[in-house]
């Protein structure tokens, strides 16, 4: 099992950019493909962005392509979603999980999650 801690959400203005950063703890890092997900307020848990575990891959929802960026540093055991040009739909809490062997755009397969961190992003 992974552990996973989120930080980084916030409340800030349409336009603006936040950084999301989740910490890994508990297994071997390099074995997990990593992504974001993120749920607002009575809807269901959607794909944000997901990473290789060499970090060599990504892909992206077209909703935040262009806009957000995934990276991860496999020394700090830590994966970063960059965030640019927020707009309220966006606003959402945001979950980082983790995925043994490939990466994927569906939930399926991430057998661990952090507990998430909100962000807000106001009109």
């Known amino acids: 099992q992974v552990q996973l801690v989120e930080s980084g959400g916030g409340l800030v203005q349409t336009g603006a950019s936040l950084r999301l950063s989740c910490a890994a703890s508990g297994r071997t890092f390099t074995n997990y493909a990593m992504a974001w997900f993120r749920q607002a307020p009575g809807k269901g848990r959607l794909f944000v962005a997901a990473?290789?575990?060499?970090?060599?891959?990504?892909h992206y929802a077209d909703s935040v392509k262009g806009r957000f960026t995934i990276s991860r540093d496999n020394a700090k055991n830590t994966v970063d979603l960059q965030m640019s040009s927020l707009k309220p739909e966006d606003t959402a809490v945001y979950f980082c999980a983790a995925r043994a062997g490939f990466m994927s755009a569906s939930a399926v397969g991430y057998d661990d999650w952090g507990q998430g961190t909100q962000v807000t992003i106001s009109s």
């Open positions: 990473i290789s575990w060499s970090g060599t891959s990504t």
